[in-house]
């Protein structure tokens, strides 16, 4: 079993940066496909951004490229999302999952709690 929890979220003024972290346990993340997902207020959870198992190739929404940036340090088993640019529309509860086999877009098997970034304007 893999369990993820995430943090760094915040209030944050439209044009800061946050860096949301996902510490997992139970499992080296290394073997495994990463992403991260948001869901505003009203909304249906989508997809913003992944990183593949061996960290060769990274996949983002249209709405983030250019602003966010997806990374992994295996050796402190953690996951993190660099924002930037923030504008009041991304304003959601961020979650970080993991994918043992697919992955990308869909398919995870492991989910953390959370975290929510609310950015003013």
């Known amino acids: 079993q893999v369990q993820l929890v995430e943090s760094g979220g915040g209030l944050v003024q439209a044009g800061g940066s946050l860096r949301l972290s996902c510490a997992a346990s139970g499992r080296t993340i290394s073997g495994y496909t990463m992403g991260w997902f948001r869901q505003a207020p009203g909304k249906e959870r989508e997809f913003v951004a992944a990183?593949?198992?061996?960290?060769?190739?990274?996949y983002y929404v249209d709405s983030v490229e250019g602003r966010f940036t997806i990374s992994r340090d295996n050796p402190k088993n953690t996951v993190y999302l660099q924002m930037n640019g923030l504008k009041p529309e991304d304003t959601a509860v961020y979650y970080c999952a993991a994918a043992y086999r697919g992955g990308y877009t869909g398919g995870y098997d492991y989910w953390g709690q959370g975290t929510q970034v609310t950015v003013s304007s």
């Open positions: 990183l593949s198992w061996r960290g060769r190739n990274t």
